[in-house]
T-cell receptor
Framework: NAGVTQTPKFQVLKTGQSMTLQCAQD?????MSWYRQDPGMGLRLIHY???????DQGEVPNGYNVSRSTTEDFPLRLLSAAPSQTSVYFC????????????FGNGTRLTVT | AQSVTQLDSQVPVFEEAPVELRCNYS??????LFWYVQYPNQGLQLLLK??????LVESINGFEAEFNKSQTSFHLRKPSVHISDTAEYFC??????????????FGQGTTLQVKP
């Protein structure tokens, strides 16, 4: 049982480059989300989805796009990377919007130079 | 919109001493509350949660948290810490009712440093 799988684990980009962080879950969870973790800032919600075809913005959505074409996958796209997007990114899912806990992936460490 | 404030960024404590990590939240509706723990170079794991019922909730490794609605707090406590409790701890809130988008908002985190 893989849970939440994120790829890649590490990535270095130059300013202006684009890339997609992949996230897949095999638990049939309806709710999926992306966070970024920065020192002293905790985890900040970027985008989230309550089901296939439905996405919404979180606390810090600027510079990021998402889509949810299937229940399993929730990729995060950086259209034009900036040094301010250097961070650790976590994907997380849970069965529903209720009191169930989030299941986290192992994170992607992104550096933008 | 909901928000969470963790009042201490770092809490140093000696082994076997008690500890309290403070968390306050802001919301105009009922909420679910969570504590997560992150060990070095790992993802986040659920420590405990409050959904309803008894305001005191416990984890399997000796932590407990008390929901205080009047003070909008959800402080985490442990009567005697171990070196292995050294980690970063995050408080999180999710709103219920018509505001229930499922969003889980996290606090800034508190680093617990247990010294021998």
């Amino acid at each position: 049982n893989a849970g939440v799988t994120q790829t890649p684990k590490f990535q270095v980009l130059k300013t202006g480059q684009s890339m997609t962080l992949q996230c897949a879950q095999d638990m049939n969870h309806e709710y999926m989300s992306w966070y970024r973790q920065d020192p002293g800032m905790g985890l900040r919600l970027i985008h989230y989805s309550v089901g296939a075809g439905i996405t919404d913005q979180g606390e810090v959505p600027n510079g990021y796009n998402v889509s949810r074409s299937t229940t399993e996958d929730f990729p995060l796209r950086l259209l034009s990377a900036a040094p301010s997007q250097t961070s650790v990114y976590f994907c997380a899912s849970r069965p529903d919007r209720g009191g169930s806990p989030l299941h986290f992936g192992n994170g992607t460490r992104l550096t933008v130079t | 919109a909901q928000s969470v404030t963790q009042l201490d960024s770092q809490v140093p404590v000696f082994e076997e001493a008690p500890v309290e990590l403070r968390c306050n939240y802001s919301s105009s509706v009922s909420v679910y509350l969570f504590w997560y723990v992150q060990y070095p170079n790992q993802g986040l794991q659920l420590l405990l949660k409050y959904l309803s019922g008894s305001t005191l909730v416990e984890s399997i490794n000796g932590f407990e948290a008390e929901f205080n609605k009047s003070q909008t707090s959800f402080h985490l406590r442990k009567p005697s810490v171990h070196i292995s409790d050294t980690a970063e701890y995050f408080c999180a809130v999710s709103e219920l009712g018509s505001s229930n988008t499922g969003k889980l908002i996290f606090g800034q985190g508190t680093t617990l440093q247990v010294k021998p």
